[in-house]
């Protein structure tokens, strides 16, 4: 059974950092494109980043340009989402997706197949 557990979330200050993992059993993660999604409360779910199945090509959103890095530890079975200089606007659950037959990392959600169960992120002002 694929299971995609994430961790890491809680309460952080403005300009705060977190780091976010999604942790794969049932599967071998290096066979997957995986990406971060996040929702807000009364949003759509939204692109956060992906990243390629041997980590050497990583798409982001321009929300998080510049602030969020993805990386993945393949012999663990594990992607990161590091979050830096976080703002309040960053808040909702995360969520980690793949995919396994996906060629890219894609931005749309029904592209996914296999999701977590999602980990809350706030941040206060």
């Known amino acids: 059974q694929v299971q995609l557990v994430e961790s890491g979330g809680g309460l952080v200050q403005a300009g705060g950092s977190l780091r976010l993992s999604c942790a794969a059993s049932?599967?071998?993660?290096?066979?997957?494109?995986t990406a971060w999604f996040r929702q807000a409360p009364g949003k759509e779910r939204e692109f956060v980043g992906g990243?390629?199945?041997?980590?050497?090509?990583?798409r982001y959103a321009e929300s998080v340009k510049g602030r969020f890095t993805i990386s993945r530890d393949n012999a663990k079975d594990t992607v990161y989402l590091q979050m830096n200089s976080l703002k309040p606007e960053d808040t909702a659950v995360y969520y980690c997706a793949a995919d396994r037959l996906m060629a890219v990392v894609l931005s749309v959600p029904n592209s996914y197949d296999d999701w977590g169960q999602g980990t809350q992120v706030t941040v206060s002002s």
């Open positions: 049932g599967l071998t993660m290096r066979n997957y494109v």
């Open positions: 990243i390629n199945r041997s980590g050497s090509s990583t």
